[in-house]
């Protein structure tokens, strides 16, 4: 059984995760700062990638019923990967064709496998698709390139209010904190009219920014968090299953 490895290879990622942020931050800080982060991210989606598939092989080896297994193994497609798929057609196809007979042998851990599938999730919740084809394009094709991505903010009075330099705002009357504001406007990054001084003293400029991937704009740190604990909640999922009723 490969749980053991799964545990080792998660709390490796958990290292690499902090490693990566560290990195992030200090390129972000600094945008001349040349340190290499790829190699990181790629090795992330390795380990990633590679606890789903010790769990394919227990699964293969433990649940599928003997018939199946040694049909597949005879067959000329006998490796074995873990099944996903964009559409419940393209993951019923994966599952027939790496583990067949599963749905009818044990449902409970073909229901884990669905629920992590695209098509079972919304938004920034998906995951494995994409974590699959950056596992596959960085290994056989080219590093996956992530930009860095910034914009230029205002906060006023001390983050009562805050500005991008893409956005308009006018103040009129109001109070902050307990500081009345005066009247003026927030527009392309500058201040005009007549903000209140005391107010003024608590306004500053800062940047904020993230590191995306080209393809998908989504936020490098937290995509690899959404697999890191999607895959851990499935790992203690699938292990206390196999665990109770196969060992």
Request: aromatic letters at 10%; glycine letters at 4%; one cysteine or more.
């Amino acid at each position: 059984m490969n749980k053991k490895d799964c545990e080792i290879l998660i709390s490796e990622c958990e290292e690499m995760l902090e490693l990566i942020r560290s990195k992030f931050k200090k390129a972000f800080e600094d945008p001349t700062n040349k340190e290499i982060k790829i190699p990181t991210v790629k090795s992330f989606l390795e380990h990633s990638r590679s606890i789903l598939e010790y769990s394919a092989q227990d699964i293969f080896h433990l649940v599928i019923p003997v018939a199946q297994r040694t049909a597949k193994q005879k067959s000329k497609n006998r490796n074995v990967y873990f099944p996903y798929g964009k559409s419940t057609r393209m993951f019923r196809s994966s599952v027939s064709s790496n583990l067949p007979g599963l749905k009818s042998s044990d449902e409970q851990i073909y229901n884990l496998i669905e629920n992590l599938q695209d098509y079972k999730r919304n938004g920034e919740s998906t995951f494995l698709s994409y974590m699959c084809k950056l596992t596959n394009e960085n290994k056989h094709v080219s590093l996956s390139e992530n930009e860095r991505q910034s914009r230029d903010l205002i906060s006023i009075g001390g983050g009562a209010i805050v500005v991008d330099s893409t956005s308009s705002v006018v103040v009129s009357n109001s109070n902050f904190n307990g500081i009345p504001s005066g009247n003026f406007k927030v527009e392309n990054g500058q201040i005009i009219g007549n903000i209140n001084p005391l107010l003024l003293s608590e306004t500053f400029q800062y940047e904020e920014g993230e590191y995306v991937f080209k393809d998908t704009r989504r936020n490098v740190i937290e995509f690899l968090e959404t697999s890191l604990n999607e895959i851990k909640h499935f790992t203690n999922n699938f292990y206390k299953i196999l665990e109770t009723k196969y060992i």
